[in-house]
């Protein structure tokens, strides 16, 4: 652990924890007025503790990561001593083990969508009112409103479409995928895809180059894609829910 | 920052925001095992809040986390 970063504030520094066979834990020692549960609960409600926290969270995570496969554990993840967590992980032993298997080497990637929506609902309104522009000016009127309310009606439903479609192609070009229930977007401005995507590590070349010419061919349509990583496969450690 | 171009706006390589982040490493699933001592109440209440705060984390912190 030598060279590895001091960890969370207020907690020792983070140490290795034999559990045989080749597996370590890391850990450190959290005092309990700084992590029980009065105060994280009351830190969880101011963001600037929570970055407090995560950051160094990472950063260890991060450091480990150079040395070998690291499962990342999710922030906050408290035993109650050394022995529990030993006991914890020997419990799960064979799933661990499956699962250093399936994410040694590789990295997790992250995939956002969102469609600004007022500028994509413009651009189909404006499709359809070229689609309506002949004819007689009444009946092109008619047909030019009629077009329009079916743009907006067609644009959501195309909008997810798109966006598992995307998913389904990244999906094929990854090891492994999980896509998330997406977060509320700014207003006018919806997420349609929360994605992680197990690459490979090294092999992230092709991936990206997908991602941006996908990106490419939807930007004209109001929609904008934000690939973030490598992140240490937080996604991929917790069982399919 | 720089200034990104539609083109680039597409990948943000490592230089992840803060509340990218927190997204990953907090990210709905704080577990405790061993004992229960932290209630996960306030958990989901951040995680709204934080990816929220996800798509527009680029304009609210313009410095990078790393």
């Not at chain 1, 799960?92 to 298997?101: A, G, H, K, P, S």
Request: aromatic share 4%; net charge positive.
């Amino acid at each position: 652990m030598r060279g590895a970063p001091a960890g969370l504030p207020g907690t020792g520094k983070p140490r290795a924890i034999d559990a045989g066979g080749g597996l370590w834990l890391v850990a450190a020692d959290a005092p309990l007025d700084r992590y029980g549960e009065e105060p994280i609960e009351k830190g969880l409600q101011d963001l600037a503790w929570v970055s407090s926290v995560a950051v160094p969270h990472e950063a260890v995570i991060e450091h480990l990561a150079k040395a070998g496969t690291v499962v990342p554990m999710k922030l906050f993840t408290l035993f109650h001593s050394d022995d529990r967590a030993l006991e914890h992980v020997a419990k799960q032993r064979r799933r661990i083990d499956r699962l250093v298997e399936r994410i040694a080497g590789r990295e997790e990637w992250g995939l956002r969508v969102t469609l600004d929506e007022l500028s994509a609902l413009d651009k189909a309104r404006d499709e359809a009112r070229d689609v309506a522009g002949r004819g007689s000016p009444g009946a092109a009127f008619l047909l030019r409103k009629k077009k329009e309310q079916e743009a907006a009606r067609e644009l959501l439903q195309n909008a997810s479409q798109r966006a598992d479609a995307l998913f389904e192609d990244l999906s094929k070009k990854s090891d492994e995928s999980r896509r998330r229930p997406p977060p509320p977007g700014e207003i006018g401005k919806r997420v349609l895809l929360d994605a992680a995507f197990l690459l490979r590590r090294g092999k992230t070349k092709a991936f990206q180059a997908a991602v941006r010419a996908q990106a490419k061919k939807l930007a004209a349509r109001g929609y904008q894609l934000t690939l973030t990583g490598p992140w240490p496969p937080y996604n991929f450690v917790v069982d399919r829910q | 920052m720089k200034k990104r171009s539609e083109a680039e706006a597409i990948i943000e390589r490592a230089d992840a925001s803060l509340l990218e982040i927190i997204d990953h490493v907090l990210n709905k699933g704080v577990m405790v095992h061993g004992e229960v001592i932290l209630g996960v109440a306030g958990v989901d209440l951040i995680y709204l809040r934080v990816s929220a705060l996800l798509c527009a984390a680029d304009k609210l912190l313009p410095g990078r986390a790393k």
